[in-house]
């Protein structure tokens, strides 16, 4: 929230929102004593599609801050119209020209984001698909960019054309 520029007042409302839950369980009609959360909010928590959007609005401008990257170059079918991504629920596609510089351009950017959120892509549902790259090129990108990040619903689909 820093990075989009919202008011330190309203970070530490919404980050009390999150740090002071806690549960009771019900056993036998009886509950328990209130238990805290080790992690942040969990699916179903009313406030997950908000935060969740506010993280994406700070990776989308991270991704189109991308034209200003000395080195990048846009995917050649989304050049014209200045594309580097399309997100959904919890999909991420990633388009840039299939060269070590523009796939390093990505890896930054998307560093940044995983970096200001604690949010990373899954590498079991991570893909990058290659088009007319060689396998010089290829293998370059692959050993040098496979995303070191884990535990993260995001699934990311990269796709590299020359």
């Given at each position: 929230?820093?990075?989009?520029?919202?008011?330190?007042?309203?970070?530490?409302?919404?980050?009390?929102?999150?740090?002071?839950?806690?549960?009771?369980?019900?056993?036998?009609?009886?509950?328990?004593?209130?238990?805290?959360?080790?992690?942040?909010?969990?699916?179903?928590?009313?406030?997950?599609?908000?935060?969740?959007?506010?993280?994406?609005?700070?990776?989308?401008?991270?991704?189109?801050?991308?034209?200003h990257v000395r080195g990048?170059?846009?995917?050649?079918?989304?050049?014209?119209?200045?594309?580097?991504?399309?997100?959904?629920?919890?999909d991420l596609l990633l388009?840039?020209?299939?060269?070590?510089?523009?796939?390093?351009?990505?890896?930054?950017?998307?560093?940044?984001?995983?970096?200001?959120?604690?949010?990373?892509?899954?590498?079991?549902?991570?893909?990058?698909?290659?088009?007319?790259?060689?396998?010089?090129?290829?293998?370059?990108?692959?050993?040098?960019?496979?995303?070191?990040q884990k535990n993260y619903?995001?699934?990311?689909?990269?796709?590299?054309?020359?």
């Amino acid at each position: 929230m820093e990075g989009l520029g919202f008011p330190n007042r309203f970070i530490s409302w919404i980050m009390e929102c999150l740090q002071s839950v806690n549960y009771t369980i019900m056993i036998n009609g009886e509950t328990t004593s209130p238990f805290g959360v080790a992690k942040g909010p969990r699916q179903g928590d009313p406030s997950s599609p908000y935060l969740f959007s506010i993280a994406m609005e700070y990776l989308s401008r991270k991704l189109n801050d991308l034209n200003h990257v000395r080195g990048f170059s846009y995917h050649p079918r989304c050049a014209k119209l200045n594309i580097t991504h399309l997100s959904f629920v919890d999909d991420l596609l990633l388009f840039s020209k299939g060269d070590f510089n523009s796939a390093a351009a990505l890896d930054s950017a998307f560093g940044q984001f995983s970096t200001a959120s604690g949010s990373q892509a899954n590498l079991g549902k991570s893909t990058i698909y290659f088009g007319g790259v060689t396998h010089v090129v290829k293998d370059r990108i692959v050993q040098h960019f496979v995303w070191r990040q884990k535990n993260y619903h995001l699934k990311t689909l990269v796709f590299l054309y020359p």
